[in-house]
């Protein structure tokens, strides 16, 4: 019997583990060939910032629903479901011929990353609490490492001239055998399934919502330095620094390499030390990091400083749905649905905002924001303390 339940939880990590890799693939597999669509469709950028909109769109309506539909269905059908319907968006987003049906393309895209999202980690927090030991950060690298494998092969087809359709025609054939095939060892519904709290339940539920606003809050404040470094680093190196066109891409690169590398060495640090002096030490990193790196004026030193950003960040995000699929009496599927409606807030609305502050006071300050919400992170570190049962 044991021996049956650890085959069980080890395929379904592998299984788990595959799917953070196919949301990191889905959600980048276009992204090094939006210059080619923009151009096919003859867009301004005005229309191609609209159109931009709709991916976010679509995360943001779906993860309001995602616990409900996750209640339902259970994460394990719901991860492989909206994988799947993710991975077809591709082939009208490559054939979109004009800017309606582009949007229409991305609405699908996004809702179905971030259905798939709220499912995928609900299964992650399950896993995780059958081995019994921090899990979270490494399944969070191996979307990381999806991100980067689509980044290079999407530069690769671009280079190449290969179509875009066919492109992602190709990716949608990919994701679907890696979806149906690998994602086979999730956890059944039983593993969504939550014992209920002793004593008065009731107001157990009442007590557990202010953890989730904590937990919510802390997602906020390090999705919008992720955002600010992937929409605002290269244009901060290139304008206000003086580097060249390559040079410029150096400080997200840096940041996202350094993001994956943490997370995946993440669970052993988390293990040894436990979440909460590993976020504020994570959190003090990033901070100092990137504050020095700003105020030193110098491109090698803002490098220095983004990378370090994503360095102390890169745990904050799996400890903290970590947490939230363990705060007691709440299923995993709603506490982490809750706080990535929120994080998500972070991440998409972020950057705009780090713009209406640059305009005012200049970029130099305004990427000083995410310095300051890292920061605290530190003073709201103790409410990813559920995440140490």
Request: charged share 10%.
């Amino acid at each position: 019997m044991v021996t049956e339940k650890i085959a069980t939880l080890g395929r379904a990590r592998v299984a788990v583990t595959l799917a953070f890799a196919a949301h990191g693939l889905l959600g980048a597999a276009w992204v090094a060939r939006i210059p080619q669509i923009k151009e096919h469709l003859g867009l301004g950028e005005g229309a191609m910032g609209v159109a931009l909109l709709g991916a976010p769109v679509g995360v943001v309506a779906a993860v309001r629903f995602a616990g409900w539909i996750i209640a339902r269905w259970g994460s394990r059908a719901t991860t492989v479901a909206a994988g799947l319907a993710g991975a077809a968006s591709l082939i009208p987003l490559g054939l979109a011929w004009n800017l309606g049906a582009l949007i229409v393309s991305l609405l699908l895209m996004g809702a179905s990353l971030g259905l798939m999202d709220v499912a995928m980690n609900a299964q992650g927090v399950a896993v995780e609490r059958g081995y019994g030991r921090p899990l979270m950060s490494g399944l969070h690298g191996s979307y990381s490492v999806g991100t980067l494998l689509a980044a290079l092969v999407g530069a690769g087809a671009a280079h190449a001239g290969v179509p875009v359709p066919l492109h992602l025609a190709a990716a949608t054939a990919v994701l679907t055998v890696l979806l149906l095939t690998g994602c086979r060892g999730l956890l059944d519904r039983s593993a969504d399934a939550l014992p209920e709290p002793a004593g008065d339940a009731p107001a157990t539920r009442a007590v557990s919502r202010w953890p989730l606003v904590m937990l919510g809050v802390i997602g906020l404040c390090s999705f919008v330095g992720e955002g600010a470094m992937a929409d605002w680093s290269a244009i901060y190196l290139r304008e206000n620094l003086g580097t060249g066109p390559g040079a410029a891409g150096l400080g997200y690169a840096g940041c996202a390499v350094a993001m994956t590398v943490g997370r995946l060495s993440g669970d052993r640090v988390v293990a040894r030390f436990g979440p909460v002096p590993v976020l504020r030490a994570g959190s003090l990193v990033a901070a100092l990091g990137l504050g020095l790196g700003l105020a030193a004026g110098d491109p090698t030193a803002a490098v220095a400083g983004f990378t370090l950003f994503g360095l102390g960040v890169a745990v904050v995000a799996p400890v903290t749905f970590s947490a939230a699929g363990n705060v007691p009496g709440v299923p995993a599927a709603s506490g982490i649905s809750a706080v990535t409606g929120v994080g998500y807030l972070g991440l998409l609305g972020g950057p705009p905002v780090i713009g209406f502050v640059a305009q005012g006071v200049g970029l130099t300050w305004a990427l000083a924001v995410p310095v300051g919400l890292v920061g605290l992170i530190v003073l709201l570190a103790p409410a990813t303390a559920t995440a140490e049962r």
